[in-house]
């Protein structure tokens, strides 16, 4: 999700086709006055990388909202792929349904990402991004503690990919947030099981990119 971005597709980039079910997606999110819908570059992206998981994929999303996430995948994604995607507000939840209600590869559940990551493995996983993004607290006696990243080798097959979003593109390295150290970034981009980057795909805007490899 985007802070402003139900409000990028008012003008969005030249040239960009916005999908009529996205397009449905982000009325669906003025309805109910959501006004962080993921942006439309962001979107483009994950279009691109939906397209590769191949028919008998599975694609999991964290942070539906009203749907877009899963209207620009949906919009290129294999006949035969299964995306389920978890949004913890239930009425963000009851319009994304709506929005995607006849398309049966589609599956939202209402709930937090513990249940998606519970779900796993992933051959494409999109997680809510800036400096908290990937984290969740799990399940059961621990849910106070403090959150922890999820871990890319319980979530995602090999050779699949993850996507954290809602970077500011790193001008320095190590990169910073708040006058202070980026440690989610750095944590992903130097993750020991993935092979990871960095994607600017807005002048204001980046997306944290990584494959899990197999170790070698």
Do not use: N
Not at 125 to 142: C, I, Q, Y
Not at 153 to 176: E, H, K
Request: hydrophobic letters at 35%.
């Amino acid at each position: 999700m985007s802070l402003g971005g139900t409000a990028s597709y008012t003008h969005p980039p030249r040239g960009m086709h916005i999908p009529p079910r996205v397009r449905a997606s982000v009325d669906a999110a003025e309805a109910i006055g959501f006004e962080h819908c993921i942006r439309p570059e962001t979107g483009r992206l994950l279009q691109a990388l939906a397209a590769g998981v191949p028919g008998g994929g599975r694609i999991g999303e964290a942070g539906t909202g009203t749907g877009t996430g899963v209207a620009w995948m949906t919009c290129s994604a294999h006949p035969e792929v299964s995306v389920v995607s978890f949004e913890i507000d239930p009425a963000r939840a009851d319009a994304a349904r709506a929005v995607h209600a006849d398309d049966p590869r589609v599956e939202i559940v209402t709930g937090d990402a513990a249940g998606l990551f519970e779900r796993g493995p992933f051959d494409l996983l999109v997680l809510d991004g800036g400096p908290a993004g990937g984290k969740h607290t799990g399940a059961g006696p621990g849910r106070d503690a403090e959150p922890q990243p999820v871990d890319p080798d319980a979530v995602l097959s090999i050779g699949g990919i993850m996507t954290v979003d809602d970077f500011t593109p790193a001008t320095t390295w190590p990169p910073r947030f708040r006058d202070e150290p980026d440690r989610a970034r750095i944590h992903w981009v130097h993750h020991p099981s993935l092979h990871c980057t960095e994607l600017r795909v807005a002048e204001d805007l980046s997306v944290i990119v990584g494959r899990r490899h197999g170790g070698g």
